[in-house]
């Protein structure tokens, strides 16, 4: 049985990146949180949230660095811990400019220390 992390189509880079999420639905308090992205990958990435969000809602990721916006969705809600939970996220196709970052090739595996 395959775990989470092996069916994940990109590897994860431990990156702090300033966000802010807003409700891409929302017309009347779109903005939820100024907040950071703990993880990104290509395909999305997991941001720390004190907003309450639900699974599947839309939500548009402006990266305070680069002052690009991109629509994504909630994939996965993490427990809630110290008044904040982590929050998966998912673009709706692969942006890999979208974090600046260059991610390892698929099947890389990290140097060992």
């Known amino acids: ?3 989470r ?3 994940r189509r990109s590897q994860r880079v ?3 990146v300033p966000v802010v999420v807003s409700d891409s639905e929302s017309s009347a308090n779109p903005t939820l949180e100024d907040t950071f992205a703990l993880a990104v990958n ?3 990435g997991l941001i720390a949230m004190r907003a309450n969000v639900a699974r599947g809602q839309k939500l548009t990721l402006f990266n305070k660095a680069t002052a690009e916006r991109k629509e994504c ?3 996965y809600l993490g427990p809630a811990q110290v008044g904040k939970r982590q929050v998966g996220i998912e673009f709706a196709e692969p942006l890999t400019d979208f974090w600046k970052v260059s991610f390892p090739a698929p099947g890389s595996k990290p140097i060992p220390e």
């Open 1 to 3: 049985m395959k775990t």
């Open 5 to 7: 992390i092996e069916h």
């Open 14 to 16: 431990t990156l702090t």
């Open 42 to 44: 290509k395909y999305g």
């Open 73 to 75: 969705h909630v994939v």
